[in-house]
């Protein structure tokens, strides 16, 4: 008995030990990472300690024509009513205003939403790679621009 016990010690000793020798060399967190973009280079840091993730620097090319597959903007327009009509679907698009510009921050992509369908447009969907309609449709005036894009 006395020798699961000096085990058991030994064991517990070796685990606080380890923990404080990863406590005081690590930074303590989960990293949560995140896109830095400058005109020259990208790479991804920790929201939380601002440790840069190994392997994630790179840099542009020219910066114009030739940006690199990493920071090219991948653009989402959604469209919809934040308020009137079904509310159940209004605060759809409130919660859903909420969550996605968080996601294009932590993912680097351009999200917008606007309420105006006019939007709905051959010109103007060249513009995006994603159209998302969070709670209505386009009109059937609209939707040969629609299908089109897609």
């Not at 006395?2 to 030994?10: Q, V």
């Not at 929201?47 to 690199?68: F, I, M, P, Q, W």
């Not at 369908?117 to 386009?138: C, Q």
Request: hydrophobic share 40%.
């Amino acid at each position: 008995m006395k020798k699961i016990k000096k085990i058991a010690a030994i064991l517990a000793a070796t685990i606080v030990m380890t923990v404080v020798a990863l406590s005081a060399t690590g930074c303590g967190h989960t990293h949560k990472w995140k896109w830095v973009r400058t005109e020259t280079e990208h790479y991804q840091v920790c929201a939380e300690c601002n440790e840069e993730l190994e392997g994630s620097r790179g840099t542009h090319n020219d910066g114009k024509e030739n940006v690199c597959d990493t920071c090219a903007e991948f653009k989402v327009l959604a469209l919809g009513y934040i308020e009137g009509g079904d509310s159940a679907h209004a605060d759809f698009a409130n919660e859903a205003n909420v969550w996605f510009p968080k996601q294009a921050e932590k993912y680097g992509f351009t999200y917008e939403f606007s309420t105006d369908f006019g939007l709905v447009n051959s010109e103007n969907l060249a513009n995006y790679d994603v159209v998302m309609f969070l709670n209505n449709r386009p009109s059937s005036a609209q939707m040969p621009a629609f299908k089109d894009f897609m």
